[in-house]
């Protein structure tokens, strides 16, 4: 009696997002991502190295001294993180899923966090334009004293595997609003789901470097 052969479904191959790119590692190097409920290893992820680590930083500053990001007024950043939150908003269902499928949560818990991605992301395009600064009074005449708040540069947002999605946009929400550009790490259990969030910033209209996402286990020097 013949057989039936058992139909296998090839795992996801997901790329890193870099300089507004999907990108392979340097190395060619994979690694699989298990789903906790099946045991199914359902998806391959970059394995990236130090050559990553340092395009990834170096694409961020680029997009940190140059170009669209930095010549954005404040109000402008604003409104794009706003968009980002609408998109978020719209593609919560999506996320969570993935989010699941590579996490082993509850949909319940985690169709609950989701949506609050798209809020912090409005939140923070709304105070994007009220970060100031302040004129401090001084014993000193004919003398001016005042502080002006400035962005650090590149940011790097390392992501535990628990909650990727909701500690990431902790994160990066307010880095960006205050006109960071940012690197984050996903943990090496949980990077899908960041992934998918990095095709809704590439729809969302960030310019290229301003978001990026270094996928693997982060054991390697970078000196």
Request: a negative charge; one cysteine or more; proline letters at 7%.
């Amino acid at each position: 009696m013949a057989v039936a052969a058992q139909s296998v479904t090839a795992p996801v191959k997901y790329q890193t997002f870099i300089g507004g790119l999907w990108l392979d590692a340097a190395n060619g190097a994979m690694f699989e991502s298990e789903d906790p409920f099946s045991g199914e290893k359902w998806t391959l992820v970059p394995r990236c190295g130090a050559a990553d680590a340092h395009y990834a930083v170096e694409a961020a500053y680029t997009a940190f001294v140059s170009g669209a990001w930095p010549a954005l007024t404040a109000s402008a950043r604003g409104q794009m993180l706003y968009h980002l939150g609408d998109l978020v908003l719209e593609q919560a269902e999506m996320l969570a899923e993935i989010e699941v499928r590579d996490n082993g949560k509850p949909m319940t818990e985690t169709l609950a966090q989701t949506p609050y991605l798209g809020q912090w992301f409005r939140y923070f395009g709304g105070l994007a334009d009220k970060i100031e600064g302040s004129v401090i009074p001084v014993d000193k005449p004919d003398m001016l004293n005042f502080t002006r708040r400035e962005p650090l540069g590149v940011v790097a947002a390392i992501v535990p595997w628990n909650c990727p999605l909701l500690l990431m946009a902790w994160k990066i929400a307010p880095a960006l609003a205050a006109d960071n550009t940012v690197v984050v790490k996903p943990s090496e259990f949980t990077s899908c789901s960041t992934l998918e969030f990095a095709r809704i910033v590439e729809r969302s209209g960030l310019p290229p470097g301003v978001f990026n996402v270094l996928t693997g286990f982060g054991s390697f020097s970078i000196r």
